[in-house]
């Protein structure tokens, strides 16, 4: 009786640690919440996936799920049928998402560039195109990567500057990783290009590129914003502490390898596919130290959008934006 007892109440005990054990893992586990980010491969995801991979998000209690896509667009596609959380690109898709009904907020800018030197986007073109500067492009084939995204806004106001319009050049549209065999080949006489793709094209003899122009908008005289993350109102709302988490991961991502020269060149060579060579010229595309983004950053985009013939009406921005960063 007594070696049953002890087996009993053995047995008991087993259970209720058994169950204890089950309900810590449980709780551990709740607390870390999936974000599936969706991006498109650019300078300003290095950050990013040099932090996922040293488990830096899993530490802050999230698991973020990294998708590559081939544009901002699929990444705003990719948000809008809910295969992903969050997502990553230049402004201009989430802004276009936004004012055709998918209810999308920017809410981090990763990226800034100004003038006269700091530029984070380059028209390119190649020495068998013959053009040596803007006004040489009518008539050419020019790529971007995407209709209604960020290099078609370059395209436009460059163009625009110069005296040219868009029905003037021949459009061609590519995915970035595409742009430098298709001007190595002819098939392309130029592109609008953002790293890691530039410091490649930049170090390609058969290219032999010239930079024609810098800049998503000619003039950059005050800060302009190229890179954002944007999630749904929905998602923002259920989540905006998750969020919080992520942005704080994230600020100190890019501190840490805005502060170590060496590191960044390693990173862009692990995770962006650069030569060592090319990483040399690789500069992560950041003049603001904060993530914070304001209204007033979108609406200089949506006036450029509407003065070079992307958007037929003036926009506000009032809705646009909803700010996480510190």
């Known amino acids: 009786m007594y070696i049953l007892n002890m087996f009993t109440k053995t047995r008991k005990l087993f259970a209720v640690t058994t169950l204890a054990v089950a309900v810590a893992g449980s709780a551990a ?19 990013i996936i040099a932090a996922q991979k040293a488990g830096a998000y ?14 901002g667009p699929a990444v705003v596609a990719a948000i809008a049928s809910g295969e992903a959380d969050i997502g990553y690109a230049a402004p201009i898709p ?43 492009i009518k008539g050419k084939k020019i790529s971007f990567n995407a209709n209604g995204g960020l290099c078609e806004l370059a395209w436009r106001d460059h163009l625009m500057k110069a005296g040219l319009s ?4 021949s459009p061609v549209v590519l995915p970035f990783p595409q742009q430098e065999a298709a001007l190595e080949q002819g098939s392309i006489d130029a592109a609008c290009t953002v790293n890691p793709f530039y410091s490649s094209i930049t170090v390609n003899k058969a290219i032999g590129p010239s930079v024609i122009a810098k800049g998503m908008l000619a003039d950059e005289k005050e800060p302009v914003l190229n890179d ?14 998750a969020l919080k988490k992520f942005a704080a991961v994230t600020d100190q991502a890019y501190k840490d390898l805005l502060s170590d020269r060496a590191k960044e060149e390693a990173a862009a060579v692990e995770f962006l596919g650069l030569t060592p060579e090319a990483a040399k010229t690789f500069i992560l595309p950041t003049i603001e130290q904060a993530m914070k983004i304001d209204r007033a950053d979108v609406q200089t985009l949506l006036d450029a ?22």
């Open 29 to 47: 586990q709740a607390e870390n919440i999936k974000l599936r980010f969706a991006y498109l491969l650019a300078d300003s995801m290095l950050p």
């Open 58 to 71: 899993e530490k802050a209690g999230i698991d973020l799920e990294l998708t590559e896509v081939q544009s």
């Open 94 to 136: 989430p802004i276009n998402a936004r004012l055709n009904g998918v209810n999308v907020k920017m809410i981090l800018a990763l990226a800034h560039e100004v003038d006269p030197d700091t530029k984070f986007i380059w028209l390119v073109a190649s020495k068998a195109s013959g053009i040596t500067k803007l006004n040489d």
């Open 166 to 169: 868009f029905d003037d050049i």
């Open 228 to 241: 954002v993350i944007f999630a749904t109102d929905d998602y923002l709302a259920a989540n905006r502490e």
């Open 305 to 326: 959008m509407h003065k070079t013939g992307m958007l037929s009406d003036a926009v506000k921005a009032d809705d646009m934006v909803d700010n996480l960063a510190n």
